[in-house]
């Protein structure tokens, strides 16, 4: 919970822009429980699978959650966030677009929905970046 608290804020203080419709957001909003639609937990990226399933690896890095396995040949990432674990699946929706599906593996939709749209915007900043070994 702290984590994401402390990530939410220095995104803010970097002062990423952000829409009209996304600045009514109240910042309790993204750390309170609530139950979450499933249509939330779907985006489509402009982007290949596999660089979606880079930029998704790093994202959760950056927000601090615990990977605690990955299946690049299928396609999904199981990480834990706020003690409650979560299954990233990716997804091939044509040749230059996938699809991000991110659910919690106990089947119960009450969480933060901070823990999605951090990923979700990490992606969408980062997506036109090019990838570097290191």
Do not use: W
């Amino acid at each position: 919970m702290e984590r994401i608290v402390i990530a939410l804020i220095v995104i803010l203080l970097l002062g990423i822009p952000v829409n009209a419709e996304e600045s009514a957001i109240d910042l309790s909003t993204l750390i309170t429980t609530q139950n979450i639609k499933y249509q939330d937990c779907i985006k489509v990226f402009n982007t290949d699978n596999v660089t979606l399933l880079h930029l998704t690896i790093a994202a959760i890095n950056a927000n601090r959650f615990t990977i605690d396995e990955i299946q690049s040949d299928t396609g999904y990432i199981i990480f834990t966030a706020v003690n409650k674990q979560f299954l990233a699946s990716i997804s091939n929706v044509n040749t230059y677009q996938g699809m991000l599906k991110i659910t919690p593996l106990d089947g119960n939709y009450y969480f933060q929905p901070g823990i999605i749209s951090n990923i979700f915007k990490y992606i969408e900043i980062n997506k036109d970046k090019k990838l570097q070994s290191i």
